[in-house]
T-cell receptor, first 110, second 112 residues
Framework: DAKTTQPPSMDCAEGRAANLPCNHSTISGNEYVYWYRQIHSQGPQYIIHGLKNNETNEMASLIITEDRKSSTLILPHATLRDTAVYYC???????????FGTGTRLTVIP | EPEVTQTPSHQVTQMGQEVILRCVPISNHLYFYWYRQILGQKVEFLVSFYNNEISEKSEIFDDQFSVERPDGSNFTLKIRSTKLEDSAMYFCASQISGNTIYFGEGSWLTVV
């Protein structure tokens, strides 16, 4: 799996959009970008994934650059409950595994 | 929404004792995993399981560890003789082939 680079920490004001960047410059053509988060010591929670096109679901939006070397997870209206560690993971769908890095610790500030 | 469930949520055990952590994966899923997270550290892959056999394992998953799917619904992780350094949160996960992996809430193991 390709490696990813994320900032170690970010702050976001409650109610504002949180934009979490991820670099994955060595991503290969069939690898997807997955985002998970971990709230305190709970189990990792799936957020969203994508291959080339931008994706949106009820939790977040995923913007992938045209060259696929980076992406941004957007939480449109961050709440205090969104405070968590966010993991960007690049994964071949044929690989039945996920490898977690250190992620970005997002703190939503009242 | 279907979810992965794990028991116990917390277990304290004496060093050298055997521990079994239990998981009920999502019902139509085919691939099963165990991960662990030592306090303050990354989530680490231990083992993946498919078609009643281990498909991949990490260096952490040594002879002290074993996995089993005894009855077609449960998926267990056994640590034969626990060490202090086995203290961690253990996460079970499952997926349908090629799709999203879903995690349980974890079992916190404390070895004393």
């Amino acid at each position: 799996d390709a490696k990813t680079t994320q900032p170690p920490s970010m702050d976001c004001a409650e109610g504002r959009a949180a934009n979490l960047p991820c670099n994955h410059s060595t991503i290969s053509g069939n690898e997807y970008v997955y985002w998970y988060r971990q709230i305190h010591s709970q189990g990792p929670q799936y957020i969203i994934h994508g291959l080339k096109n931008n994706e949106t679901n009820e939790m977040a939006s995923l913007i992938i650059t045209e060259d696929r070397k980076s992406s941004t997870l957007i939480l449109p209206h961050a709440t205090l409950r969104d405070t968590a560690v966010y993991y960007c993971i690049v994964r071949d769908p044929g690989a039945n595994n996920l490898f977690f890095g250190t992620g970005t610790r997002l703190t939503v500030i009242p | 929404e279907p979810e992965v469930t794990q028991t116990p949520s917390h277990q304290v055990t004496q060093m050298g004792q055997e521990v079994i952590l239990r998981c009920v994966p999502i019902s139509n899923h085919l691939y099963f995993y165990w991960y662990r997270q030592i306090l303050g550290q990354k989530v680490e892959f231990l083992v993946s399981f498919y078609n009643n056999e281990i498909s991949e394992k990490s260096e952490i998953f040594d002879d002290q560890f074993s996995v089993e799917r005894p009855d077609g619904s449960n998926f267990t992780l056994k640590i034969r003789s626990t060490k202090l350094e086995d203290s961690a949160m253990y996460f079970c996960a499952s997926q349908i082939s090629g799709n999203t992996i879903y995690f349980g809430e974890g079992s916190w193991l404390t070895v004393v």
